[in-house]
């Protein structure tokens, strides 16, 4: 007999599972028996919830988005004014939560697996699709015309600061990640 109330749990354990050994390969290259053996259950058990590997990558990467939104929620909620939702926008990202070494390894594979398949890439386009919407929200008052350009600036720079941080070893620092995008944004207001 399946035990009740158990599938929430087990699902959680399995997403958390998958993010886990994504960043410790550095690829996609993971079995659901490795992802299911870390949860502490067997590959049928993860099939038989996800169906297929792919389908557990998107839901790990489904929960990144959902805590990356809650970020992203409570930073824009404290926000005074726009620079400061701005700010809070690039904070956000570069929490510790959102960058640690496991889950920017989620997200390098993450866009990797977009290329291929099609609802990876729709759930790409809806996490960017919202970063610019905020960011040029915030930014017009700010710069006019320029905020579409600098909103996708500041997302080029979030992501090749990922993809910087995935190259290399040790504890990512969310501080220094974030001032780095800030600064370039400080140096674009200044120009204008």
């Keep these: 007999m399946p035990k009740v109330g158990m599938e929430p749990i087990r699902k959680a354990a399995l997403v958390k599972a998958t993010i886990t050994e994504i960043g410790r390969t550095g690829s996609l290259d993971v079995t659901v028996s490795q992802i299911a053996k870390r949860a502490g259950m067997s590959s049928a058990l993860a099939h038989h919830y996800f169906g297929s590997k792919e389908q557990i990558f998107l839901a790990a990467m489904r929960h990144v988005l959902t805590l ?23 904070r956000a990202s570069f929490t510790t939560s959102n960058f640690r070494r496991e889950v920017i390894g ?63 070893h040790g504890t990512p620092d969310g501080v220094a990640a974030a001032a780095i995008v800030t600064d370039y944004l400080d140096r674009e207001l200044e120009a204008r």
Excluded: T
């Design 68 to 90: 990356y939104g809650a970020e992203v929620r409570g930073a824009l909620a404290a926000a005074d004014d726009e620079r400061g939702r701005i700010n809070g926008i690039i």
């Design 106 to 168: 989620a997200w390098l594979n993450f866009y990797v697996l977009a290329q291929q398949q099609e609802e990876a890439a729709r759930l790409l386009q809806v996490y960017q699709r919202r970063m610019q919407s905020n960011l040029v929200h915030a930014l017009k008052p700010l710069v006019g015309d320029r905020a579409g350009a600098l909103a996708g600036g500041i997302g080029a720079m979030i992501d090749g600061v990922y993809i910087r941080e995935a190259l290399k």
